[in-house]
């Protein structure tokens, strides 16, 4: 047991018995960059390169004279929590690269482990420049001190909110300065993969003088919008001001144009309106932004100047229209996330954000609920710049805890702090439509619980009156209520409603499609949306939703593979008869659920999604053939184990499930050039006709067709013997340095080309040049094992390696090699 | 168009709980526990249900579910089970208010 109470993870008793600070395991690919340059003004200096870091625990780690020249350095945002485990040597089974089976998250964090660590950094200010300094973190995992030359600066307990320090106070005098953050992700603290340290993004903040606007400070607002013309409103916070200051404001299109100015005398809140004439809006479609510059400014001498991106967008909901945006009713199409990255962890990198973001968007998702955290700035970002509408959710639970450890813990001290920094820091991103303060709430009913919604639906509505407040509702919602004229809502004085959702604007609904129509018939005031939804009811749950306006749309569980709440997807195949599928354990990892698998390819549901959508009129799939004597069990969250391929290992003759999803009102399907089969889809059909192919080796075609039109062509083949590994970039910006991602398939095809569906190669890949092997693996959600050695089997047909720019530009050159296949190798450049 | 303004309401005062009988749709299964006479009934008509109730993983959702919405985890409760539970449910008194 550790001085804490909490057991510790193997690697830090090795590191505690020895009473040394030494790295536990070399890091796959150390990093090599340092930051050296003196730091001098500036808002937003980024703060990630060159720290150290000890995993584990020991003293004096705060201290600025420490020797840490021994700690592993590294550049962030970076996660522990992925990293290879020191292998348990009586026990070679227990411990597989970062996933230890004795976990104490087990299944909920996919048997990944957190502990404690350490991390420091150096650097050099510019003397004699700074008025303040303050240091920003975008978040820490989690419970996390913080330290500026020894001297102990605050803690911050929650691990998903943002969070800054005034270093000023301790700066050291000849500018060599120290900063030491520690980080304790304990116990059972979670129900997903969280990820551990410093996962984000930091930045330094240095200001010429103590004036200053205040970081979340900026409040900008479309008030109105009439023939094209946007009024807006914009507030902007000061601290510390000395008379004689002047706030000014430039508001700019995305071509760089100037479209207002002003400038007014500073004051602790200064409050502008402006016009916009023929505004760009913001909306899911076109996802215009304009950026508002604000600068303090002592005669023509700039003090501080932030940026402000924002859009111009009016959301509304009724139950007479739904959800409109700019007046256009518009439905949530969207999904729940978690914030890891899969194989690269919780690190928040901009790329990862990005990416995760258009692999949504690219599958017909406009909306998202991140789950059940604050996400990223940079997926926020996102969002607003690729038009993803967000639920921005603060808390997965109140006072009463859901897991041991969890935020229950902080919950009483800490949700006033959280929830004004959530709304401050992120109220500006034009995607964000609705505030959630909860989901799944234990406790919500008790009288305590009523209270508490009321307070944290009115504490959102103080800080930000523009956006409707929300929670996630699941199973029983508590009794019938009347809410009187103080308590109430604007306009929902004297009606009834159920006391988990008399205090909400609109309300979210988990796995209740069955009541939908019930409760809108008893509670027609509501809007409310399906906050959470199985997979397999998506096309029941649309129909009701397109020709329903107070249901304004579905987020399904979920849009995309997660690490955590492993195996609560998927089927499986057990003796006919079995009443029910069991619990997974281990090796599951990933949670299997999503439509799009932990690396970003599409799912079988994904594909239905697609027809669903409008992305695509017609897919295909196929069952997997069930083993003699078994029959497929699928999971809650689950789907059928369905491929688009025509490649089974089966005798010929044997009957094939076949699926065709379409939006036609025909289907005809062609094996071998005969057609086989023609089906009429109907309504009552939901855009799905089943089918029963006797399996023959060649080609099935599916042709789906609309009033006699033909709308869509799908072919699926049988495959040849793997050949090769087909190495493959996903388009990339190309930038250099340590932010930049680019993500690489590796494939196993066959000698045309086409991908193996069941290649389960093993893969090595190597990276040469200006970059370096960040991780390498699959989406099996079964497969334990390292992300970082360069070694993975592929899991139908595909793996992936991320590939972190270094701090040059240069060629990188990776190649892939499988045993008895043709070897593969791509090059490119960054920078 | 305007934007929507969500003003925050004056001051806190609890709902008031309009009178409901018990039921094992109606009410959450923490409710139900927490009346010996109701959950004598749940436990005759369901005795599955006792042994849901003590199982780690959903004892953090007694509050939030009832009866009706445990059945999606285990064996589905059928109508004539429940509307009899429910007769012999609606002869006991509620507290008639929020718990």
């Known amino acids: 047991m550790s001085k804490t109470g909490f057991p510790l993870d193997r690697r830090e008793l090795l590191i505690s018995a020895v009473g040394v600070a030494a790295t536990a395991l070399p890091a796959a690919a150390p990093a090599k960059s340092r930051s050296t340059k003196a730091i001098s003004l500036g808002r937003n200096q980024a703060f990630n390169l060159g720290w150290r870091f000890h995993r584990g625990i020991g003293d004096g780690f705060d201290a600025a004279a420490l020797d840490d020249s021994g700690w592993r350095t590294l550049d962030l945002p970076h996660d522990w929590s992925i990293e290879d485990l020191q292998p348990d040597a009586g026990d070679p089974a227990r ?19 957190g502990g404690e660590g350490w991390y420091r950094k ?14 920003h973190f975008e978040g820490v995992y989690m419970d996390s001190d913080v330290w500026i030359n020894g001297h102990k600066i605050g803690n911050h307990r929650n691990g998903y909110t943002p969070f800054a320090y005034d270093l000023t106070p301790f700066l050291a005098a000849d500018g060599n300065n120290l900063i030491a953050v520690h980080a304790r992700n304990l116990g059972h603290n979670a129900r997903w993969y969280a990820g551990s340290g410093i996962y984000r993004n930091v930045w330094l903040d240095v200001t010429a003088e103590p004036a200053r606007l205040d970081r979340w400070g900026v409040q900008i607002v479309t008030r109105r919008l009439v023939d094209g013309i946007a009024s807006i409103e914009i507030e902007s916070a000061v601290h510390d001001l000395p008379p004689g200051l002047t706030l000014h404001t430039r508001v700019r299109d995305a071509a760089g144009r100037t479209m207002w100015e002003g400038s007014a005398p500073a004051t602790a809140l200064v409050r502008q309106t402006l016009s916009i004439a023929a505004a760009r809006l913001w909306s899911p479609d076109q996802p215009n932004l304009y950026t508002a510059t604000t600068q303090l400014r002592r005669g023509s001498r700039t003090l501080d100047t932030m940026d402000t991106p924002f859009g111009v967008r009016v ?17 949530l199409r969207g999904g729940c996330i978690h914030h890891d990255h899969g194989i690269i962890g919780s690190a928040a990198f901009d790329d990862a954000e990005q990416r995760k ?90 009288p305590a619980g009523i209270e508490l919604q009321w307070q944290l639906a009115n504490a959102v509505h103080r800080l930000d009156p523009t956006r409707a407040v929300t929670a996630a509702i699941h199973g029983f919602a508590g009794h019938v209520a009347t809410t009187s004229e103080k308590a109430s809502r604007a306009g929902a004085a004297g009606t009834t409603d159920r006391t988990s959702t008399a205090f909400l604007d609109v309300i979210g609904y988990n796995y209740k499609l069955a009541d939908y129509e019930a409760d809108h018939a008893r509670f027609p005031q509501r809007v409310f949306y399906g906050s959470e939804s199985f997979p397999k009811e998506m096309f029941a749950i649309w129909e009701k939703t397109e020709k329903s306006p107070w249901l304004i749309g579905d987020f399904v569980w979920t849009a995309m593979d997660y690490l955590g709440e492993a195996g609560i997807g998927g089927s499986e195949f057990l003796p006919a008869g079995t009443p029910r599928i069991p619990p997974s354990c281990w090796p599951w990892i990933n949670a299997y659920c999503g439509d799009i698998d932990l ?72 094996l071998n050039g005969r057609q086989i089969a023609v089906r009429a889809l109907t309504p009552s059909d939901h855009k799905l006709a089943d089918f029963t192919v006797p399996y023959a080796p060649g080609a099935l075609v599916a ?27 996903e388009r990339s910006d190309r930038s250099a340095g340590r932010q930049a991602l680019t993500y690489v398939s590796a494939e196993v095809v066959d000698a045309q080309g086409r991908i193996i569906p069941e290649g389960d190669h093993e893969i090595a890949v190597s990276v040469q040049g200006a970059g370096e092997l960040l991780a390498f693996g699959s989406a099996n959600p079964m497969a334990v094992g390292s992300y970082r050695s360069g070694k993975a089997k592929a899991w139908r047909g595909r793996a992936l390696a991320v590939i972190r720019g270094s701090d040059h530009a240069g060629k990188v050159i990776v190649t892939a090699h499988a045993e008895g296949l043709k070897d593969s190798m791509v090059s490119f450049r960054l920078g | 168009m305007e934007t929507p303004i969500y003003p925050p309401a004056a001051a806190y005062e609890a709902p008031v709980v309009r009178p409901y009988v018990l039921s094992a749709d109606g009410c959450s299964v923490a409710e139900l526990m927490a009346n010996p006479a109701a959950w004598a009934v749940m436990l005759k008509y369901m005795p599955s249900i006792g ?49």
């Not at chain 1, 004795?102 to 482990?113: L, V």
């Not at chain 1, 042709?703 to 970039?729: K, Q, S």
């Open chain 1, 95 to 113: 411990i597989r690269g970062p996933f230890d089976q004795k976990s104490a998250g087990r299944t909920d964090t996919g048997f990944t482990i």
């Open chain 1, 122 to 135: 150096r650097f050099q200010l510019e003397k004699s420049k700074a008025g303040r300094v303050e240091i």
């Open chain 1, 315 to 331: 959301i509304a909901f009724d139950t007479a229209t739904g959800m409109t945006v700019n007046g256009v009713p518009t439905k």
């Open chain 1, 357 to 446: 973001v258009s692999l949504l968007k690219a599958r017909g998702y406009n909306a998202v609920r991140p789950s059940h955290i604050p996400f990223s700035p940079a997926f926020l970002r996102a969002c607003d710049v690729q038009g993803v509408m967000v639920i921005c959710e603060a808390f997965d639970l109140w006072r009463e805890p859901k897991t041991p450890d969890d935020f229950s813990t902080f919950f009483e001290r800490d949700w006033k702090k959280d929830l004004d920094t959530i709304v401050r820091s992120m109220r500006n991103h034009a995607s964000i439509v609705m505030w959630s303060i909860g989901n799944e709430i234990p406790g919500r009913d008790k």
């Open chain 1, 599 to 670: 690396i970003g390819n599409q799912k079988a549901a994904s594909f239905a999604r697609d027809v669903l959508w409008g992305v695509s009129a017609l897919e295909v799939a196929v069952q997997r053939p069930a083993p003699e004597g078994t029959e497929e069990l699928l999971r809650f969250w689950g789907w059928s184990d369905e491929l688009p391929s025509w490649t089974w290992p089966v005798e010929p003759g044997r009957p094939l499930a076949v699926r065709a999803y379409s939006a036609g009102d025909k289907i005809a399907l062609e």
């Open chain 1, 703 to 729: 042709i789906a067709y609309r009033d006699g039109v033909e709308i869509g062509r799908r072919r699926l083949e049988t495959i040849g013997a793997p050949a090769a590994v087909r190495l493959r970039t």
């Open chain 2, 51 to 99: 042994f849901i109730t003590q199982i780690p993983e959903t004892k953090k959702l007694l509050d939030n579910m009832t009866v009706v919405d445990f059945a999606v985890f285990g064996p589905p409760v059928d109508p004539k089970t429940l509307a009899t539970i429910n007769a012999e449910l609606a002869q006991i008194p509620s507290t008639g208010a929020a718990r």
